[in-house]
């Protein structure tokens, strides 16, 4: 028997948690009740935790990584180094990986937003007798967002703890068949801020300032985003704090994997084909964004780790550019290696994990900035919420149905006080800059190869400025070294401006969110 697990890293708080259990009716087939010889169909789990860096854990090399099971997984598996998120956010990202698409193809390109698509690799594998089982510990990633599609059962336990999501998965499981396979999605949200590991878990630091400060975002006495930004350094005074926690989240849900494991080995769902990847990593101050990730595309929250393991696949590595798009043909093409995948902009991985081929680059872009008072971005905000467009000193703003105000983001951060009045003609720029950048769609846009990353940032007067980053030599990406490659930089601005025609040709629409769902997003901290 062969089996299939994808581990993928998502995000929620780990406050004790109030539980909400939804299932819903998704299924959109009877999944086949004669699924002949089980060793003939192999079983897929698919497991996902967010907010993991691809760089704090074990066997990455992070010293204070306690991480022992995915370490294991990663010793017997195949490690892709270079792998990347399309969009360092949770729907985008787990819609890509469930379909194999882009998100400007399969339609969820921020937060919260609705896939549109429905070839699913659940809904193909449901289809063709396998049992489907999804269990989701956030908001965001649930039926809301079409992410349920093509599975019998999916509950949704919004921010509960790794281990009760692990003991939610194993009962489902034991109801199902032993004669048929089994799919299961099983998504993980420990590692969001605020970084709060349960109290029962023994190995976290103190952190009291740390604390203070999650329990106040929380509790909605703090605007994240003055956090985010690092306001008056209050987030670089704790960052050794929050990383710490961040870490005991990270080793907790370790933990809950290892039950998993252990649960399904002891129910004969044992010797699985893994895959365990995330859906972003998390800014620890790099490019000055704090506990937060989407806004830009450093590799902080970009780069995600990816795994693959199990019968067939020797234990190895290799560096050539991976994206989470590649998981669904990977799987598909494993376990039908004669089957059609069919359009997906994702590719087979299996070449590369032979050593016969490498993809040369994959491509992404970051979230949108969306909170609006946050500096440092060309436009901020929501479309249907306030938004903002930046110059150098001033932020032209509106709200639905309002007229603009203009703010001094030097003297007035907050946005409080409007001063168009004074300044006419910086507004009349800044709202005729406004018609090239969409709100929530204006964003950077990044190529990016095993040893580079080219990044695309938009600016006021219509156009984009790039910087070529080497990412293996300056982890931190702070040095432009276009000049040291411009051979390198030339060929991967070639395929930036084809990334750009794609982009700027999909017109998918920013879509309004429900009272509920701005209700999910503000309790991630995605907005206030």
Known sequence: MIATVLITWLGCSAFEPKQETTLPPVSKATPSKTCGDRSQQPDVLLLSIDTLRADHLGYAGYEKARTPHLDAL??????FRQAIT??????PALGSLLTGLSPHHHGAREVGEVMTATDTL???????????IGISAIKVAGPEQNLDLGFDSFDVLHDAPADKLTAQALMRVQDTSRECPLLLWIHYADPHFPYLPPTRWKDQPTAERCRALGKKASEGKLARYRLFENRNGMAESVLEECTALYDAEIAFTDHAVGLLF???????????LITFTADHGENLGEWGLYFEHGPNGHDASLRVPLVMAGPGISPGESHGAAQTEDVAPT??????????????DGKSLINQMKGSSTNASARAESGSPLHARMAGYLVSGRRHRLHCIDGPRFALCKQP??????YDRRLDPDLRNNVIDDHKAEADILQEAWKNWPVERTRQRMVRSSRFSLVATPQLK?????????????????QNVMDKHPVEGAAMETELLAWHTEL???HAPVQERTLKQEEALRALGYIE
């Open 74 to 79: 990663a010793a017997r598996g195949h490690i």
């Open 504 to 506: 700027n040709a999909a």
């Open 401 to 406: 149905k309002a007229d603009p105000k203009l």
């Open 122 to 132: 659940p809904a193909r594998l449901q289809a063709q007798g396998w049992q489907t």
């Open 331 to 344: 799987i598909l093409t494993m376990l039908q290696p004669d089957a059609k995948v069919g359009h997906m």
């Open 462 to 478: 219509g156009h984009y400025t790039t910087a070529l980053y080497d990412h293996i030599a300056d982890p931190m990406m702070l």
């Open 86 to 91: 399309p969009v360092p956010r949770t729907t």
């Open 262 to 272: 252990d649960g399904l080995n002891a129910m004969g769902r044992n010797n699985p």
